[in-house]
């Protein structure tokens, strides 16, 4: 078992910056990530981790503005965003599971957390 909870979304404008966090306890996983969902659209993957050796992997729609990090420490994941859009908006989750090649395959994370909502006005 895996327990997410999610800090620090909000409201700010378009180009400035805010950073989440993901408190992470219970069993490891082999990948942690940061996904993002409008309502009524899909579950959209943003950012993962390889916990074996803390690669990070973007999506081409951040790459660039966001930063991903891992503090093994504070079993904390962080998602530093930058340069925010009004396209950023969305409800952002933390997630873990067992990932294959393709590292922000939905259906690869089996836990998640409760979410922080994003708001990006222009």
């Known amino acids: 078992q895996v327990q997410l909870s999610e800090h620090g979304g909000g409201s700010v404008q378009a180009g400035g910056s805010l950073r989440l966090s993901c408190a992470a306890s219970?069993?490891?996983?082999?990948?942690i990530a940061w996904f993002r969902q409008v309502a009524g659209q899909e579950r959209e993957g943003v950012a993962a981790?390889?916990?074996?050796?803390?690669?990070?992997y973007y999506s081409n729609s951040v790459n660039g503005r966001f930063t991903i990090a891992l503090d093994n420490a504070k079993n904390t994941l962080y998602l530093q965003m930058n340069r925010l859009k009004p396209e950023d908006t969305a409800m952002y989750y933390c997630?873990?599971?067992?990932?294959?090649?393709?590292?922000?395959?939905?259906?690869?994370?089996?836990?998640w957390g409760q979410g922080t909502q994003v708001t990006v006005s222009s």
């Open positions: 981790i390889r916990t074996a050796d803390d690669s990070p």
């Open positions: 219970g069993d490891s996983r082999s990948c």
């Open positions: 997630a873990a599971g067992w990932c294959g090649d393709t590292v922000l395959a939905l259906a690869d994370y089996k836990y």
